[in-house]
């Protein structure tokens, strides 16, 4: 599961469509839009993105949040640490080697310590 794929769900969701309405409006198979929503495909298209932007009827900011969303849903993620020290090697291999095990509390506060970081 990506978080685009929950995004996409939850659009179709909140407009009672279902797979195969979403696709014919988006212009794609509903296979297609069944493995984005598993996260069983990779990063859309940025036309693909503009595509369920307009479909969904999303405002500007929202819009924005989209984009950030999707860049960040790639199923198979790869972490460079060549220029990393050693302890942040050794994290980014605990947590590729442990990530699918880690429980949703754990998961919420290691996004929150890490978008502390980035602001």
Request: avoid cysteine; hydrophobic fraction near 45%.
């Amino acid at each position: 599961m990506t978080p685009f794929g929950d995004l996409l769900r939850a659009l179709r969701d909140e407009r009672s469509v279902n797979q195969k309405e979403m696709a014919a409006a988006l212009g794609v198979s509903p296979a297609y839009l069944s493995a984005l929503e598993r996260g069983r495909r990779g990063v859309p298209s940025f036309a693909f993105r503009q595509k369920v932007i307009a479909w969904a009827n999303v405002i500007w900011d929202e819009a924005e949040a989209v984009e950030r969303v999707a860049e960040l849903s790639s199923p198979r993620v790869v972490v460079d640490t060549s220029e990393a020290s050693a302890r942040a090697t050794l994290m980014a291999n605990l947590l590729a080697e442990r990530v699918v095990k880690l429980d949703d509390a754990v998961i919420e506060r290691l996004i929150e310590e890490l978008e502390k970081t980035s602001r």
